[in-house]
């Protein structure tokens, strides 16, 4: 199984990004994807999370700025980012998880003031 990560990158604060996580396993109802996110010395959070069925959870501190999409078809979840803040600079990971866990490797977001 594979996740494979894209879309970070350098921006200035007030910028926007989207990231996208490309499984090489299909998204069911009982499928939940999610991003998290780890800076150096700290825990690994979530971001976001969207079930199968299209339920979607956020951390606080990204309400109405990200949006997590995601497309059974082309079996996608993408993180919309807009409004990005310096304390937005992470490596972001995209995670699934059905009967396993499954994680992507890591794509870098920077955030310059």
């Known amino acids: 199984v594979q996740l494979q990560a894209s879309g970070g990158g350098l921006v200035q604060a007030g910028g926007s990004l989207r990231l996208s996580c490309a499984a090489s396993?299909?998204?069911?109802?009982?499928?939940?994807m999610a991003w998290y996110r780890q800076t150096p010395g700290a825990q690994r959070e979530l971001v976001a999370q969207?079930?199968?069925?299209?339920?979607?959870k956020y951390a606080d501190f990204v309400k109405g700025r990200f949006t997590i999409t995601r497309d059974r078809a082309s079996r996608t979840v993408d993180l919309q980012m807009n409004n990005l803040l310096p304390g937005d600079t992470a490596d972001y990971y995209c995670?699934?998880?059905?009967?396993?866990?499954?994680w992507g490797q890591g794509t870098q977001v920077t955030v310059s003031s």
């Open positions: 969207i079930t199968g069925y299209g339920q979607t």
């Open positions: 995670h699934f998880r059905t009967n396993r866990e499954y």
């Open positions: 396993i299909g998204i069911y109802t009982s499928t939940i």
